[in-house]
C-alpha cells in the first residue's frame, strides 16, 4: 500500500477515504438499484454493474491524483452495489419454489 500511497502523494486519512468511498455508495443505492433492476431487466443491470467495477478500477489505476481515484472508486462502488444486489436476486430466482 506505501507504493500507491507514494504515488498518489496521498497521507493516510486520503487512503481511508478510498477505502470508506467505495463502500459508502452502497449506503445510498442498494434499495434504488432494486427497483432500477426491476425497470431495466436484471442482465443489463448485471452487465453494467460488471462495467462500472471494471471502469472504476481502471480508473483508479491510471489516477495520478487522490481526487481522481476517488471518483474511480465511486465508480467502481456505484457497479459494486448493483452487481452485488442483482446478483443475489437472480441466484434467489433460479430457486423460486424449491429449496435453496
Known amino acids: 500500500m506505501s507504493d500507491f500511497r507514494a504515488d498518489l502523494g496521498a497521507d493516510h486519512a486520503e487512503i481511508g477515504v478510498l477505502l470508506g468511498i467505495f463502500m459508502l455508495t452502497g449506503i445510498f443505492l442498494s434499495l434504488p438499484s432494486g427497483m432500477i ?18 471502469v472504476g ?18 465508480v467502481a462502488g456505484l457497479g459494486a452495489v448493483f452487481t452485488s444486489v442483482t446478483a443475489a436476486k437472480v441466484v434467489a430466482d433460479r430457486f423460486v419454489g424449491r429449496e435453496i
Open 37 to 54: 433492476a426491476a425497470r431495466f431487466g436484471d442482465r443489463r443491470i448485471l452487465l453494467a454493474g460488471l462495467a462500472a467495477l471494471s
Open 57 to 74: 478500477g481502471l480508473i483508479v489505476a491510471l489516477s495520478e491524483t487522490v481526487s481522481v481515484a476517488i471518483l474511480g472508486r465511486m
